[in-house]
C-alpha cells in the first residue's frame, strides 16, 4: 500500500541553524508532495507543493526538494527562530488532486 | 475573507450518543474534506463532498458515520452511537470549484472540532 513516511522522532536545533525534515514515500510515485505546519490545537497551513519534475522549491526561508529516485522529499528552514518551532506534515496528493495523504509530522523544537 | 469555520471547537459526548460536527467552507468554495487526526498520528482522509454530492467516502468507516453537504447550510459530518475511539481531532478543509489551469485544488484548513467520548 501507499506508504508516506517522516521521523517521528522531534527534532530540536538551536535558534539560527538549518532545519532539514525528511519525507520518504514507498509503493508509489506521488505527482505532488506538500509540506504543511500544524501548530498545537490548530488545523494545518499550507507551506509549499513540489512537482515530481521539479528538484527544488523555495518560499522565503524554506526550501524543499524532491529525489524521485531516493523517494523523498527534503524540506529545510534556514535561519531558523523559535516561532518556527511546530509540527510539519509532509503530504501526498492522488492523481485527481484531491485526496491529501498526510505522514504524521515531525516536531521541531527552536531553542533561543 | 474568513476562513474555513468549524464547530463546535469541543464536544464530548458519553458512549452511545451521537455527535454532529459542522463545516462552513471558506467564502466562494463549494469542495468539502473530512479528515480524522487520532493523538500522535497523522490526518486521515474520511470523505470528499462537493455540493449535495458524495465524491469520495473511501476513508470512512463503513458504519456509524455519515456526511452531507447540503446546497444550503454548512457541511456535516455525523457519528452515531460514539464509541471511545471516536475520539479525535476532526479536520475539515474546503477548496474552489474548478482547477484553475492546476491539477491540484489547493485545500485550506479549519481549526478542527476535537471529540471527547466518555
Known amino acids: 500500500s501507499q506508504k508516506i513516511e517522516q521521523n517521528s522522532e522531534a527534532l530540536n536545533i538551536q535558534e539560527g541553524k538549518t532545519a532539514t525534515l525528511t519525507c520518504n514515500y514507498t509503493n508509489y510515485s506521488p505527482a505532488y508532495l506538500q509540506w504543511y505546519r500544524q501548530d498545537p490545537g490548530r488545523g494545518p497551513v499550507f507551506l509549499l507543493l513540489i512537482r515530481e519534475n521539479e528538484k527544488e522549491k523555495r518560499k522565503e526561508r524554506l526550501k524543499v526538494t524532491f529525489d524521485t529516485t531516493l523517494k523523498q522529499s527534503l524540506f529545510h528552514i534556514t535561519a531558523s527562530q523559535p516561532a518556527d518551532s511546530a509540527t510539519y506534515l509532509c503530504a501526498h496528493l492522488n492523481t485527481g488532486g484531491f485526496k491529501t495523504i498526510f505522514g504524521a509530522g515531525t516536531r521541531l523544537f527552536v531553542k533561543a | 475573507n474568513a476562513g474555513v469555520m468549524q464547530n463546535p471547537r469541543h464536544l464530548v459526548r458519553r458512549r452511545g450518543q451521537e455527535a454532529r460536527l459542522r463545516c462552513s467552507p471558506m467564502?466562494?468554495?463549494?469542495?468539502v474534506y473530512w479528515y480524522r487526526q487520532l493523538p500522535e498520528e497523522g490526518l486521515k482522509f474520511m470523505v470528499y463532498l462537493q455540493k449535495e454530492n458524495i465524491i469520495d467516502e473511501s476513508g470512512m468507516p463503513k458504519e456509524r458515520f455519515s456526511a452531507e453537504f447540503p446546497k444550503e447550510g454548512p457541511s456535516i459530518l455525523r457519528i452515531q452511537q460514539v464509541v471511545r475511539g471516536d475520539s479525535a481531532a476532526y479536520f475539515c478543509?474546503?477548496?474552489?470549484?474548478?482547477?484553475?489551469?492546476?491539477?491540484?485544488?489547493?485545500?485550506?484548513f479549519g481549526p478542527g472540532t476535537r471529540l471527547t467520548v466518555l
Open positions: 467564502k466562494g468554495h463549494s469542495h
Open positions: 478543509a474546503s477548496s474552489p470549484g474548478g482547477l484553475g489551469g492546476r491539477s491540484y485544488n489547493e485545500q485550506f
